[in-house]
Every structure is written in structure tokens, then in C-alpha cells.
């Protein structure tokens, strides 16, 4: 029985992606990739695009953009420990931190409560008007 990676080389771009875990279905791989949102040497890559070690991609997921390596050929999707060692974030630096200071200033702009703040709970509510009375 042959192993990952002595399959054979010809690997599609959509299939890749979702098998390193930067999509969660390989259908929404292969939607970026012909929204545009993949990136080969500048220009829009298409889902059915061999993928090669060596080749470098842009990405833009929902939460970031990436910026990868190839570094080896992942065929079916693994645990995310075993992906992460088929290709390299070579993100820019700017990016990584741009990305911060975005999550930064969005935390208080999640459209979630915090826990323990705004409305009193029910005890909370009777606790405060056995106080007032």
C-alpha cells in the first residue's frame, strides 16, 4: 500500500488546501480559489491547478491572510499536527502584526457580552431588590 506522498504528484490546488486545514470543506477551498482569494505568483490560481513542493501561495481565508509553502504533498486530510509539517507559513512580519492589533481593536466590537457584565442574572436580580427593600 503506497503512503501519502508516493501516490503520485499531481495533487489539485482545492484538494491541497483543505488538506492542510485552511479550509474546513474542500468545497470552500475550491470557491476561494475561483473568487480569487488564492493566489499564485500574483494571479489567480483555479481550483484544479497542480499544486508542486515549492510553490508559494497567498491566501485569504476568513480570518487572515496567509502566505505558504509547499512543503510536501498532503492527499487526504490529517490531524492538524500531522498538516502543519506540509507547508510553511512565511507570512510578512507586517501582516502578523497588522493582523494583531486587528483582533485587538475587534475584541470589544464582537457582538458577544462578556460574561459578567450587562444584564443582572435572575439570583442577581433578588439579591439586589431584597438590598433595595
Same mark, same amino acid.
Given at each position: 500500500m503506497m503512503s501519502n506522498t508516493e501516490k503520485s504528484d499531481k495533487l489539485r490546488l482545492d484538494k491541497y488546501l483543505w488538506s492542510i486545514r485552511l479550509f474546513k470543506t474542500r468545497s470552500m477551498a475550491a470557491t476561494a480559489c475561483d473568487s480569487g482569494k488564492v493566489k499564485f505568483d500574483g494571479t489567480q490560481a483555479k481550483a484544479a491547478k497542480q499544486v508542486h513542493v515549492g510553490d508559494e501561495y497567498d491566501v +485569504? !481565508?476568513?480570518?487572515? @491572510?496567509?502566505?505558504?509553502k509547499v512543503t510536501g @504533498? @498532503?492527499?487526504?486530510?490529517?490531524a492538524y499536527s500531522e498538516a502543519i509539517k506540509y507547508y510553511?507559513?512565511? !507570512?510578512?512580519? $507586517? #501582516? &502578523? #502584526?497588522r493582523l494583531q492589533l486587528q483582533r485587538q481593536a475587534?475584541? /470589544?466590537h464582537t457582538?458577544? +457580552? @462578556?460574561?459578567?457584565?450587562?444584564?443582572? !442574572?435572575?439570583? $442577581?436580580? +433578588?439579591? &439586589?431588590? #431584597? /438590598?433595595? $427593600?
Open positions: +485569504r !481565508t476568513e480570518g487572515r @491572510l496567509w502566505r505558504i @504533498l @498532503l492527499h487526504n486530510r490529517m510553511s507559513d512565511i !507570512t510578512p512580519a $507586517e #501582516e &502578523l #502584526e475587534s475584541s /470589544f457582538g458577544k +457580552r @462578556l460574561s459578567k457584565v450587562g444584564r443582572p !442574572t435572575k439570583k $442577581e436580580r +433578588r439579591d &439586589l431588590d #431584597e /438590598f433595595m $427593600e
